[in-house]
């Protein structure tokens, strides 16, 4: 316990006392993200927030780490880390094609599933699959890194969001990762959470400084090695006090907002025959800002929005995988229509209230009475 806290205190102080300097320099050099027609904030803010969080966790991490192999071949962890990092950085700071990203998250992933055997060998009964053969969890593995990677990259739009949906989800396994006494994956997860409850104190709206892609999809990928060894601790472990039976369902629910929002969007783009991969703002914090909300709004509605899935996931723990997956997707799909259905009545409410003087003068020219009444 004592290095969980000493982890999760080093990598808050590390981000905290590392992440003014950085903004220096980042204006110093105009290392900017520059606002656009796609981007909500409409001035030029620094960007390399990675940095920081990366560095604390690394950090605190590899000092305050076991070193008893409870946590895997840390080095593969480490050198899959790098890779991400410099390729999140470069295209922060130039950009680069979305294929090198890819191929750097591709390579990234399969540095730790044949280097340290992280992978899934189990959905748990999931549309009645059990034990998944060696090459389809192979790449199954290797897709839902890539996945989980680049939803959280996805939901970076919103002061604050991404960073405060990372530390939930990483507190929430790091506090199930304690209980269960696997201490070296807590400490990690810990270590994740405190550099991003650092960042948060600067990026909280109004920003000071951006994650970057150096950020979200390092921060995306170690959420994924989290979820993964979750999954796959329950699947082993027979006499865990705290096992799960829907451990898989558990994890969705966990890193609900960046998976359903991916899920979401693309989807749009597909009916709307559009490329999956073309920018828009379609995006679930897109949606409630188009409704009025601030950025601190939209953060606190969909942080209650993730505890509360998590919530409902571990009430009903000891239900079967595809129950508790069918009841999430309803529920996030019903959730999601709210700021539309929202959105578009009040658009009528606005046409009609522009409409409504015209049509006045129009009934008096003719000599009738008013008529048109507001809804």
């Not at 000092?63 to 880390?81: E, P």
């Not at 994956?185 to 991003?196: H, T």
């Not at 000071?208 to 150096?214: E, R």
């Not at 451990?247 to 991916?262: N, Q």
Request: glycine residues 8%; neutral net charge; aromatic residues 12%.
């Amino acid at each position: 316990m004592q290095n969980i806290i000493l982890g999760f205190l080093t990598s808050l102080l590390i981000v905290v006392f590392g992440i003014p300097s950085i903004i220096t320099v980042a204006k110093l050099k105009g290392l900017y993200d520059n606002p656009n027609s796609r981007k909500i904030h409409t001035s030029k803010i620094p960007r390399l927030g990675g940095l920081a969080i990366i560095a604390g966790f690394a950090i605190a991490a590899s000092l305050w780490g076991l070193t008893d192999g409870s946590t895997g071949k840390l080095q593969y962890m480490q050198a899959a880390l790098i890779i991400l990092f410099f390729s999140g950085l470069k295209d922060d700071i130039i950009v680069i094609s979305p294929m090198k990203k890819l191929l750097s998250q591709i390579v990234a992933a399969a540095i730790v599933i044949f280097g340290d055997n992280i992978r899934i060998s189990s959905l748990y009964g999931f549309m009645g699959v059990e034990e998944i053969p060696y090459l389809i969890s192979v790449a199954f593995t290797l897709f839902t890194i890539i996945v989980i990677t680049n939803a959280f990259n996805l939901i970076d739009g919103v002061d604050g969001l991404a960073g405060g949906i990372g530390f939930i989800a990483a507190t929430t396994f790091g506090l199930w990762f304690s209980f269960t006494d696997e201490i070296g994956w807590a400490i990690l997860s810990f270590a994740l959470s405190g550099a991003l409850l650092g960042f948060l104190v600067f990026n909280f709206n109004p920003a000071k400084i951006f994650m970057g892609d150096s950020g979200s999809l390092t921060i995306g990928f170690l959420l994924s090695i989290l979820a993964i060894h979750f999954i796959e601790f329950n699947h082993s472990a027979s006499d865990a006090v705290y096992k799960v039976v829907s451990a898989p369902a558990i994890a969705v629910a966990i890193l609900i907002i960046p998976l359903f929002d991916t899920i979401r969007v693309f989807v749009i783009r597909m009916i709307k025959k559009q490329s999956p991969f073309q920018a828009d703002q379609n995006h679930m914090h897109h949606s409630l800002i188009k409704i009025g909300l601030s950025h601190r709004e939209v953060c606190f509605i969909l942080y209650l929005v993730n505890v509360s899935f998590v919530f409902i996931a571990f009430l009903l723990k000891d239900s079967s995988t595809t129950y508790q997956i069918i009841i999430q997707a309803s529920l996030a799909t019903i959730l999601s229509q709210i700021p539309t259905y929202i959105f578009r009545h009040r658009v009528i409410d606005l046409d009609v209230e522009t409409k409504l003087p015209i049509l006045d003068q129009f009934a008096e020219q003719l000599g009738q009475p008013k008529k048109v009444e507001k809804d």
